[in-house]
């Protein structure tokens, strides 16, 4: 794998037609077990993302993703916005100074984002926030020695799926305590969102 | 959804435009933000006093600019924490050189952007505190979940906050009184009907005809249980009761009944005259009452009740003049 400017900006152009494609069911996960914005704010923030990126000149993946950081902190809100910007931060300064980014920096760019995103956040693997997402995602990289993006797809689906079963501790949904339970957390799916984004740029691309 | 509006999307900026027009002696509005501040900010030597948060409540909080109250507001999307640019832009303007104060209600979203706004004008060389209002009895308070919501009480801990700020007192003594205030202070709402989001379209959550929920937040989220409607006083007495299991308000309080956007003043005075007699039965002096609508949730009908336990110091601070359009004192 190696993921070049290029492949990054796509990336984020087609985490933004999914954000947008979904946002009326993001929406509706929101509206389950939080305020009924997640899919606005997502839609406006990686909408403006993808306005943004095919203007600038990047000269490494690291700026994208400083860019991509930068804007979704900006244009977001929420809590979303400062926690997906953390990540992309915390990513972008992970992959500084490498590009193409490899397989192995880019493993470590995700994992920086997560344990940024989990101080950030104060928050866990198993309190229903797209932790539970990016965990098994980061796990499933440093099993790896190269993508695979099928594979990919899945883990991040199934991490998905299994916030269902998860009572909601951090974010809004934990005020719906035990209620929260059998609902999926709208936050790990926009970021399973992202993940299925990644894995169609990074095949397309083989 | 029936709505006075222009387009769904544009909606804050329709109203942070509406609020700074016809008002420009008082205040203004940072251009290309939606951060609102006084117009004499910054001044020298007072500490800069800022809250906000998502829109959908005013009058909150752009209403509580004003001498003796807020320095500055920032508006967020409808029920969204603002971002941590704005906020930032917010404080580098009513920072006199005595530091600036935030007054944040404890969401995860305002926290986590408000902490991130404070970290990065601490590296510019601004001095910042800050008080996380939690004062919702209906969530349980734990140090593993996020705690409790901030709701209408945020609104005396502005007035206090700023009344002290507005005496020239120093950051460390605004933060003082307003972690008393908060310490002081514990509110619970209501609701009969829901409220819908413009850019949603549709109500954020149903109650049926006759369905109540006691205990619900300000932007809709769970409380304690739904059930059958029952009359004023009973939801009086079970707003004021779970208060009072709460918090020992022997003493002087004050009260405040908020209505949630939708509700008519009637309602909130008949929820009131319950309250006062509750209180009178329990030796509660009350020593100043607060009704009308200070803290919404967009449309929603239903009401707020809060007590804020009153020492000397807060007494004196509660009375200082504001000359806040929506708290005038």
């Known amino acids: 794998m190696k993921l070049t400017v290029n492949n ?26 939080g305020d009924s914005d997640h899919g606005i704010n997502m839609a406006r923030g990686f909408q403006e993302v993808a306005n943004k990126l ?32 953390t990540i992309f931060l915390k990513m972008s300064t992970a992959v500084k100074g490498t590009d193409p980014v ?14 940024g995103v989990k101080q950030r956040g104060k928050a866990d693997v198993g309190e ?39 009572q909601a501790s951090k ?29 169609e740029v990074i095949r397309e691309g083989e | 959804m029936k709505k006075i509006i222009n387009d769904p999307n544009q909606v804050v900026q329709d109203m942070v435009a509406g609020m700074v027009s016809g008002f420009t002696k008082t205040i203004k509005q940072i251009p290309e933000t939606t951060v609102i501040v006084r117009t004499d900010a910054p001044i020298k030597r007072k500490v800069g006093l ?41 404080i580098k303007a009513v920072d006199g050189g005595a530091g600036v104060f935030l007054v944040i209600k404890n969401y995860t979203g305002d926290v986590l952007n408000f902490e991130m706004a404070a970290e990065l004008a601490e590296a510019e060389g ?8 939690n004062d919702d009895v209906a969530v349980e308070d734990s140090s593993f979940t996020t705690g409790r919501r901030g709701i209408a009480g945020t ?26 205030t908060v310490q002081n202070v514990r509110s619970i709402g209501m609701a009969l009907s829901p409220c819908t989001l413009p850019a949603a379209g549709e109500p954020s959550f149903e109650l049926e005809e006759r369905e109540m929920e006691i205990g619900i937040g300000i932007h809709g989220e769970p409380g304690i249980e739904r059930k059958q409607l029952v009359s004023a006083d009973d939801i009086a007495v079970e707003l004021t009761n779970r208060l009072l299991a709460d918090f020992d308000f022997s003493g002087d309080v004050a009260v405040m009944i908020n209505g949630m956007g939708a509700t008519p003043e009637m309602e909130l005075y008949i929820v009131n005259q319950k309250v006062q007699t509750i209180l009178a039965e329990k030796d509660i002096n009350v020593y100043q009452t607060f009704v009308g609508e200070y803290m919404t949730a967009l449309e929603m009908a239903g009401c707020s009740v809060t007590l804020l336990g009153l020492d000397d110091e807060l007494k004196m601070l509660l009375e200082t003049a504001s000359d806040a359009p929506a708290f005038r004192v």
């Open chain 1, 54 to 85: 095919p203007t600038q000149d990047y000269a490494s993946v690291s700026d994208v993703l400083k860019d991509v950081a930068m804007t979704l902190m900006s244009k977001v809100g929420g809590a979303a916005g400062p926690l997906y910007g």
């Open chain 2, 50 to 90: 800022v809250s906000g948060g998502g829109s959908g409540h005013e009058p909150a909080h752009a209403g509580y600019i004003g001498k003796g109250m807020l320095d500055a507001a920032v508006v967020g999307e409808v029920f969204t924490s603002p971002t941590p640019d704005q906020i930032l832009k917010a």
């Open chain 2, 126 to 133: 601004i001095q910042v505190e800050k008080v996380i209002v």
């Open chain 1, 102 to 115: 490899d397989y192995q920096t880019f493993t470590n760019g995700l994992e920086e984002g997560l344990v």
């Open chain 1, 128 to 166: 229903k926030t797209l932790v539970d997402v990016w965990a098994p995602v980061v796990d499933f990289f440093k099993q790896g020695v190269d993508f695979q993006a099928d594979q990919l797809v899945e883990t991040a689906e199934n991490a998905m799926d299994n916030t269902k079963d998860i």
């Open chain 2, 155 to 180: 609104v005396l801990v502005h007035k206090i906050a700023g009344a002290m700020a507005e005496s020239g007192a120093s950051l460390a003594e605004v933060k003082r009184v307003a972690e008393k």
């Open chain 1, 8 to 33: 990054s900006i796509q990336w984020f152009l087609k985490a933004n037609e999914k954000m947008q494609e979904n946002k009326e069911y993001l929406t509706l996960l929101d509206k389950k077990i």
């Open chain 1, 171 to 199: 974010g809004r949904a934990a005020y719906f305590k035990e209620k929260s339970i059998g609902h999926i957390d709208p936050g790990s799916t926009s970021s399973f969102y992202i993940f299925e984004a990644l894995a």
